[in-house]
């Protein structure tokens, strides 16, 4: 009886009410939406690419060669010399590694240039190896093989041609357009930095940097139908990803990498570089969930001013439902009903407005940092979450509810209109 | 009469509410993290790392106290040295990682003996999310692997170390002796 | 000997706040089945009167008995079933709850007093029925006005609905207070009489509070509140209790 009673009063102020239930609904789809976005740039970052146990780069801190390595963000301070590379390569404890040779672009978009190890041994996800769309992977020198964003938002196809520029820069200040490349393979989307990389060949990215030992282009440049390929042996790698044989051998190796006496070099455990990103991020997470909290505390308040506001207007309703038999504490349950209700459907809003917004916000995160969201069913985590929420907004409720029953008994018959 | 028992009625459901929304976010998982696999009739072991210490690597000598429990059930404390396996799906699931003494110990120079390491291979993949306290660790104790698909074809001899299949994960904490 | 419908004796109100008395009544009898017009001019306390006699204040000493119960008895929980169940309401205007349409307006009572719900019909469509034939007899059609919000009703059509919603379940007491007072002066008689009707058909009491002199004939008993009400201002403060 009560539930009706105060359901069609809600209907009845839905006007007034609407504005503050849709804050609540904002400020709650912000806080749920913070939460699913963080642990879906978790799982993101997790699966980028997977069976790794070392990344080498030269002498410098765990979380940059991470980031630039694996993930293509961000710049190495410093190349590592081929030759030990080759070294750790022959390794018996190694298994296989993969070169990445990183600095240049191509509008934007990273040019990485590595060898055939790249296709046959990366993997991301659950064991899922890098497939081609179409086209094959590279053969010749100025082949090069393309992420299926880099095809969607330039709109390449197979036998195209493209100009690399030096250094990262989306504007392409010098550029070896006297060496152009073909593309000859596409992948398939993988949900990874993949898509928004351009690969080529570790002798191509040395046959476009003759002449360029200045860091500039030198008045000589050599033919492209000229180059022995044998002289375009690799000097320098940025960093090469490492598998060993035994696991239980992580650390010795990584040791003996870092007190590498020909060359300073840094071995990393991507495992553990990634948790030490997450405690940084951690930090800024965890300040923008607070934020976000009181922004919805902040709302559910406003909602119960309104009603507290507004309850000098019901003091007659009040003493007409008290003459026809209604106690105080009946008014108090009605009323406090009606305000949990208004804050139940602004959270609900709120709910189905959080995946709304994110389903929005999917395709720019894709394009923008090449990470695929992971978004799922809501799952008992943020039905808790919203319970949480729902439960703060009960309390709160019986403010309103006092009020009302304050009134009831104060006014009896009497109201003061 | 039916009124006032409402009243308790609601409250009480607010309290209910308000008690499961902050138990579940926020708290610690509860001790037990993750239990799966196989079951095992007997308790498990608690060994503490200065017996695991006792394990010659080089020569592969395993002391008594060592030989007594290998192959069998064990319970050992450690910090966890998460490495990178396959992504299960799940928000971040772990099936491969290694067990050190001492937290810290990856960066440090000398790298650990392999005396203090345990490679650890859990039966599913846990969702461990504090990873970064000391957490108890259960499973099958090998010892002497060398984790090699054959050893025979290799010029050098791989140096013998700790596995375990792990089948449960609690957090760590003081009560425990070491 | 008719029995009473209202036995008030030696009754004193005072506001709990306050020690100056409102109200001092030695004595008031309303038989069963009358109708009483209580007469005084605004600010008399009509209807602190009406308050106490609906059980919703109770008197600082003396004794109410309404409907044969002793109203200082009963804890306050017991006194507002006892009000829904026996009582009905007339207020001056407003009477009306803005989101509920006319016929639950009317049904109300209904929905907190088992005995008014089983009077009205003791089902859905009974009480429909029901509040469908007091809206009529009160000069409403229900089918004609059902659809409007209950604020585009004038305050005559508003004032019957009230009367319907005290009217319905049968209550043996009819409190009213100034109903009439927003009514155009035309049409006050033909709302009394409509109510009067119905109250004659049930053997309900009616007491009216209002200052309006003009309707007195038409009541069997006409009490002016000055003279019943001996409160002068009196100071309690050294009263005993």
Redesign the interface.
Known sequence: MLFKLAWLSILNRRSTAFLTIFSIAISVALLLGIEQLRKSMRNSFLQTVSGIDLVVGARGDAIPILLYSVFRLGEATNNLRWQSYLEWAADERVEWTIPLSLGDSHRGFRVLGTNSDYWRHYRYGKERKLELKTGEFFDGLYDAVIGSVVAEKLKYQLNQQIVIAHGAGSAALFEHDDQPFRIVGILKPTGTPVDQTIHVSLEAIEAIHIGWEDGFPSTQTGKPATMNISELQPKSITAFLVRLSSRMQTFRVQGEINSFEKEPLSAILPGVTMQKLWQILGTFERTLMTVSALVVLSSLTSLISLLLATMNERRREIAILRSVGAGPQRIFVLLWIEATLLCFVGGLLGFVLQYAGLMAVEPMVKNQFGLQLFLEWPGKEEFLFFLLIMSIGMMLSLFPAWRAYRISLHDGLLPKI | MILMSFFKRCLLIVVLILSIGTSSQGFELKKLLFEGGIQFEEPAVEVSWRDLVQYDYKKKIIPPRLQAIEGGLIRVPGYVVPLLGDFGGDFESLQEFLLVPVYGMCIHVPPPPPNQVIYVKMNEPVEVEKLFDAVWVTGQLQIDVSELPNTENLNYAPEGGFSLSGVKVEIYERDASN | MKKNAVLVRDVIFAWPTSTTAILKIENLNIPENSKTLIQGPSGSGK??L??LL?G??LPTSGQAVVLSEDLTRLN??KR??F???QIG?L?QQ???????NLIENVL??C???RVRYQNAGNTESGLKNEACRLLNLLGLKPEKFSHLATQKLSVGQQQRVAAA?ALIGNPKLILA?EPTSALDPENRLAFLELIFKECSKNQTTLIMVSHDTSLSAQFDQVIDLDVLNQARGDDLSFAEN
């Open positions: 209807t602190t009406l308050s609906a919703i204040l306050s929980k507002d079933a009000r829904v169940d309401f207020f407003f009477n009306l709850i803005p989101y509920l109300l009572p929905r907190f007093s919603r207070d």
